[in-house]
Nanobody, 117 residues
């Protein structure tokens, strides 16, 4: 049974930091690209970061480049999103996604991030 469980969300002040985690099981984690998306109220889901299976290259949306860092630990089957310099516009539900070419597309249930003073 495939599971992706996000954690680490919460309320943070503008300029603050959070680290999201996505613990996975039920599939070959190291073979999958791992991606983070977010969805703000009234908006479509937005891709924000991905890390490929090998060699672990990373890519970011312009909206988070320079502030967010995606990383993965294949030994723990976990992907992370370090978020720094948070802004009110970063308020959203954050989702992790596992994907690989040719098949496999799995989603977590999401974790809420609220940036507010």
């Amino acid at each position: 049974q495939v599971q992706l469980v996000e954690s680490g969300g919460g309320l943070v002040q503008p300029g603050g930091s959070l680290r999201l985690s996505c613990a996975t099981s039920g599939f070959t984690f190291s073979s999958y690209w791992m991606r983070w998306y977010r969805q703000a109220p009234g908006k479509e889901r937005e891709w924000i970061a991905r890390i490929v299976s090998s060699p672990g290259s990373t890519y970011y949306a312009d909206s988070v480049k320079g502030r967010f860092t995606i990383s993965r630990d294949n030994g723990k089957n976990t992907v992370y999103l370090q978020m720094n310099s948070l802004k009110a516009d970063d308020t959203a539900v954050y989702y992790c996604n596992a994907w690989r070419p040719g098949g496999g597309d799995y989603w977590g249930q999401g974790t809420q991030v609220t940036v507010s003073s």
